[in-house]
């Protein structure tokens, strides 16, 4: 009888490759074309990209599509990279994003990856002769940049946004709306679809049970749900009862972009 294999550790982190046979590889390019585009400030920075493997979605539906990190000193020793931008790999290959949206998530972790300036506005560097880096935060929920690049990331949703979102106060759990004049009853899309649509691109899913949280706690629109972010900060919602830290962040994003298309 034969020794049992012993079952291999998985890898959740392989770098990717610049280059595949002569070309350079697809998230290789998009990057360098941002870089070149958007990013000069960049050009000094060396960014390795890697797949991130088991990104699954967690309890709440919410799944990371890509995150940047800065390399700490040992880090930038063992190999020379100022930044590193993890990209899930179930997602890139396999969840249907399109062009539009490959572009804009690497857009939005390039916004992320800063150098540091000293008081004359030139780059830091260190005792090594390296770059200063830090991670930026976003300017409020989104990245205003990538907003304007790229508007909502998903096709209809600007369409929709554009027709549909001017009035602030539009109720979040609004099914339908009366076509005007009476008659047929005309559908309208709530504000938890918009919030789903406009976070596509993350693969991020708020739930109905999210946003029936923020109507019982009295933000039932648009409008009042924004001046209570505006009133209460980072910590808006510790005062709504089932949002927790993970569904915060997605809200806010997906509130900013509706904010942005109005």
Not at 116 to 123: H, I, V
Request: hydrophobic fraction near 35%; charge should be neutral; aromatic fraction near 6%.
């Amino acid at each position: 009888m034969g020794k049992k294999k012993a079952k291999r550790k998985k890898v959740t982190v392989k770098l990717l490759k610049r280059m595949h046979a002569g070309n350079v590889t697809e998230p290789y390019r998009i990057m360098e074309e941002l870089i070149e585009k958007y990013h000069s400030n960049l050009g000094e920075a060396t960014i390795a990209l890697a797949w991130r493997f088991g990104w699954n979605a967690n309890a709440d539906g919410l799944m990371t599509m890509g995150r940047a990190a800065k390399r700490s000193d040992l880090d930038r020793e063992l190999a020379k990279f100022d930044f590193v931008i993890l990209l899930n790999h179930e997602a890139w290959n396999k969840g249907g994003l399109n062009e539009t949206q490959r572009v804009a998530l690497i857009d939005h972790e390039l916004c992320h990856c800063e150098i540091t300036y000293d008081s004359d506005g030139e780059p830091k560097h260190d005792e090594q002769g390296r770059i200063v880096c830090r991670i930026r935060k976003h300017d409020i929920e989104e990245f205003v940049d990538v907003v304007n690049r790229h508007g909502l990331y998903t096709r209809d949703l600007a369409a929709f946004a554009r027709k549909s979102i001017n009035d602030a106060e539009r109720p979040i759990l609004q099914a339908e709306q009366k076509a005007d004049g009476g008659g047929e009853g005309k559908s309208a899309k709530s504000l938890e679809t918009m919030l789903i649509e406009t976070l596509q691109v993350h693969s991020m899913k708020i739930t109905n049970r999210q946003i029936k949280s923020l109507s019982d706690a009295g933000y039932d629109t648009v409008g009042k749900l924004v001046a209570h972010m505006q009133d209460q900060g980072e910590w808006w919602h510790r005062e709504v009862k089932g949002i927790g830290k993970d569904s915060k962040v997605p809200i806010e994003e997906a509130v900013a972009s509706i904010q942005a298309a109005g």
